[in-house]
């Protein structure tokens, strides 16, 4: 066991164990319908570029600051923090900066469920399609492009049949959790990533050959520096931060069933790295197919959810590949979202001395409960405004306040106290004694720490807050 330091602690059974559950925690929703469809919306490759430039010098010593003070603490996030915090002589206030960290878990679980829900949906209907269409024809034949367009906004209206997939996927979740660290979050990691991998490899080779690969290619990496706005920049941190799944204690409360043989510079890089590739993989993967059936998306939820199976229907095998897409996302989706029940489950075992199977348990049905909320905001509440008396989440419903409290005010203010925390507050040779690293680089993390990342995540903050700023 690499972790669990003489404890009776459950952790990692391996590096490779930590590193499979860390990726399966990045490589989410975020990968496969945020990525591609911001880059829609922000124009492709100057987006594309500053986003790899994001994750470089803001992400990337994020998440070493992140697993270093878990790895520490060998506890939950809070409690991990407040350890750091007391060998250090600082106040153990600075254990709310885990506290929010886990309060926006939580929040994210509740809605990225109800998604998750909406991908067993569209699973449903490839099976069912892949009876009706047979294997090599295109996918939805007996449909128009408008009854295809309708599937989603149809699915939306019914809020009873999405609280019941959310309640399945937030059961599968739970499941893993319940087991533990290396019996049940490890093993869904260890046979879900490489599962992964291989669908959406396979995929992207397929629409490489029958797609118009050049056209995606060119419509990604093509930089025009002129679109590179304040907007766009925005939202390519906003993005870094939510795909490598800073700023919500995950990646502490992960850290802290890591083992001190395990050098955390290499395996944030690693983490980092595939969290990358596999968003641009993603971008490779789905725009051949959309600009091979000559449709276009300008962003938002619609690319995965309508502009996609209508690709489908024009192509050869469409219900498989369209079944193995489906499958693909939901494999990402449930490794993420056992990452994000996890932070908060630890929270509530150490808090209230309670089994995991129970702490767990409660942390399902409470996200559950908001889940629900989530879906009837479609429909049924969709004149509910929880926070329509502050103008930045005027108009929105439960389902899009949870989305944008924790991207906009939450994450971004999780991740610049832990900056702040390990770059300034914590003693020096504590963070030395855990990074990993050394000579320039070890400077340069360091500064990076101390002044890159905060003065960008303050910059995230005030514009966020202030979008007239912008102009927007
Ligand atoms: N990184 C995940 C994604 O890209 O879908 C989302 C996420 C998972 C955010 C876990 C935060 C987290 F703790």
Redesign the pocket.
Known sequence: MVAATGSSRDGWSSRTGFVLAAVG???????LV?FPAEAAANGGGAFVLFYIFCILLIGLPIMLAETLIGRHGQASATESVKKMAEESKASTAWSGLAGLGILS?FM?LAF?CVIGGWVLYYIGIFVADLFQSGVTGGALQNMTPEGIKEIFPTLLEKGWLMALLDAVFVLVTVYFVARGVSGGIEVASVWLMPAFFMLLLGITIYGAFGGAFGEAVSYLFTVDFSKLTGDVMLAAIGQAF????LG?A?MMTYGSYVGKEVNLAKTSTMISFADTSVALVAGLCIFPIVLAAGLSSDGGLGLMFDVLPHAFQSMPAGSLIGLAFFVMVGF??LT?SV??ME?PTAWTMGKFDMSRAKAATLVASMALLLGVASAYSFNAISDFHPLGFIPLFEGEGVFSVLDSVTAKLFMPIGALLTAIFVGWVADRQLVDAENGLDGGLHQFWRFLVRWVCPLALTAILIVGIFPSILGS
């Open positions: 925690a990045a490589v989410g929703l975020g990968n945020r878990a994210i990225y939510f795909s490598l799944s919500v995950g990402a989706a993420s990452s994000l932070g």
